[in-house]
């Protein structure tokens, strides 16, 4: 004969076993040790020899055990039980406690309960905010009549269990999510003469960090590439999506500099990416010389393009791009922004303009209103701080929300550029030199000419001046009169003699007035200078 359950403590002494159930949830334990600390109480409560949670695995739609006393056999195999099937998938299918009076084949889908001799079973779901968050089962070896007082007492202690492990699960994923994001989104963004890069990103304050991500880079031809992207969704599945992404947008931009072409194979690549999700992206190029920003919209949000004369527009009235992985070939539109010194631009993520009670069109509208403080700020980073304020206008973020702020610095009066002696760095040198040689206004030819040789200079001292340690390189130029004079100097010491230097600097020689060169103990300077034609 079954027997009853045991009689239970008073009243008074119930509550303070309960109470303990409450303290140790809200302690700072992790998921894990508040668990196995919970369990232990849970068996005392009810007098039973097991006590088991199981966790849902929303994407297997699975009740996976993760912790158990009297029952750690479920937790070492990984037992996984899905959703409506056996026991637990029943508790967690209904969402109400499930009492089985006698355990045998079935009604139970785990062997391990049947193993272990596991006679009587009571379990209860774990709820937060009316979702499913897993389910506790604790069980006994003797036959036992679970009644409804031992229901409700489980399901109160499974309130503060799922309230507890809810907060800490929250917790652990916001961390892992923090972590993951930061090793996608850019540490610092590139030096690249000419302009001046500015980023922001603010994480939502509830559901929490999500999928938006913007990346520099600069590609083998001195183009600085540029990506504004949004993943739908929130937690470790956005963030482990935008990582995909942004690496696989980097291979295809590597491949391919035509922003429309890099975002076609993007595309194409979304299903062997395993991405089901909605995604947004803004990809463009700004060429070598800055002149101009090539981009395409793949359902995103339109750049704010912001020009010297203080007027301020979007680059973009076309949304007929959708985004990526939409399962069919689509032709992505290009646009092409001419650039001028003294231009700045604004890529971002719909977090900063959408509310709820308003359309998008009056968001742009409100960001363009608000984009004046960064318009070539003395500092933008506090210019873009005081437009994410007047935008938000007191309100916490109800989305993620990441910004890019690109500006085209005034016309350049010469180089004053210090770099690491890297062959990857003279790209930084070419660009230098074409934007100041053309602000000047000097011929194309002459141009080419004088880049060919200050291009020269500094990779024989990358080659020459320093051993696998490096070093640095310092390029100085500028125009007296009707005369260029650039000079690169560096702090090594050559490992050929200087007077022998090879093709480099007959080729120097060539395209140059004068080339002369000064050795010492503390380096080497080269300096070259170069008549300008009559203008």
């Not at 003797?142 to 503060?160: G, K, M, N």
Request: glycine fraction near 8%; proline fraction near 6%.
């Amino acid at each position: 004969m079954p027997s009853t359950s045991p009689q239970i403590a008073d009243p008074a002494e119930q509550l303070r076993r309960l109470l303990r159930v409450a303290d140790v949830a809200l302690a700072h334990l992790s998921p894990e040790d508040l668990l196995d600390e919970l369990l232990v109480r849970v068996r005392e409560i009810l007098d039973a020899d097991t006590a088991a949670v199981l966790l849902l695995d929303k994407q297997t739609s699975e009740l996976v055990a993760t912790a158990a006393k009297g029952l750690e056999e479920e937790v070492e195999q990984g037992v996984r039980i899905p959703l409506g099937k056996g026991f637990a998938g029943r508790v967690a299918a209904e969402r109400k406690p499930v009492v089985i009076g006698r355990v045998d084949h079935r009604n139970v889908l785990n062997p391990i309960l049947r193993e272990k001799g596991v006679s009587s079973l009571i379990g209860v779901p774990l709820l937060v905010r009316g979702q499913v968050l897993g389910v506790l089962h604790v069980g006994t070896l003797a036959p036992r009549t679970f009644t409804d007082a031992d229901a409700e007492l489980l399901q109160l202690v499974a309130e503060r269990v799922a309230l507890g492990l809810h907060v800490r699960l929250y917790e652990q994923e916001r961390r892992m999510t923090e972590t993951l994001q930061r090793t996608f989104l850019p540490e610092s963004l590139p030096e690249v003469p000419g302009l001046r890069l500015t980023s922001k990103y603010l994480p939502a304050t509830d559901p929490g960090i999500g999928g938006d991500w913007y990346d520099v880079f600069v590609l083998p031809s001195g183009a600085v590439a540029l990506a504004m992207g949004d993943v739908s969704g929130h937690g470790l599945r956005a963030a482990a999506v935008m990582g995909r992404i942004r690496n696989a947008l980097r291979a295809c931009a590597l491949e391919v500099e035509n922003p429309s072409e890099a975002v076609n194979r993007l595309d194409r690549l979304m299903e062997l990416l395993d991405v089901t999700d909605i995604v947004t992206l803004l990809f463009g190029v700004v060429d070598a010389e800055l002149s101009e920003f090539r981009f395409v919209s793949a359902g995103h949000v339109p750049p704010l393009i912001m020009k010297p004369d203080g007027q301020s527009s979007f680059a973009d009235d076309d949304w007929s791009n959708p985004p990526l992985g939409i399962g069919h070939v689509h032709p992505f539109r290009e646009h092409v922004v001419p650039l001028k010194a003294g231009t700045s631009f604004l890529l971002y993520t719909d977090g900063l303009v959408e509310r709820r009670d308003e359309s998008l069109s009056e968001g742009l509208e409100r960001l363009r209103g608000a984009s004046a403080p960064m318009r070539l700020s003395p500092n933008p980073a506090e210019a873009i701080e005081s437009t994410i304020r007047s935008l938000l206008d007191g309100r916490e973020p109800a989305d993620d929300i990441a910004l890019l702020l690109v500006d085209l610095e005034a016309e350049s009066a010469g180089i004053d550029l210090r770099i690491a002696a890297d062959p990857a760095a003279l790209v930084t040198v070419r660009r230098a030199s074409r934007r100041w040689l053309s602000d000047l206004g000097v011929p194309r030819r002459v141009s080419d000419d004088v880049i060919t040789a200050v291009g020269e200079a500094c990779a024989n001292a990358v080659e020459h001046a320093y051993g696998p340690m490096g070093g640095w390189l310092h390029v100085l130029a500028g125009c007296e009169g009707d005369t260029i004079r650039v000079t690169v100097s560096d702090g090594g010491r050559w490992r050929t003699r200087h007077s022998t230097r090879g093709r480099g600097s007959t080729l120097m020689r060539s395209v140059m007035d004068s080339v002369e060169i000064e050795t010492s103990d503390a380096g080497t300077t080269v300096t070259m200078q170069r008549r300008l034609p009559e203008r």
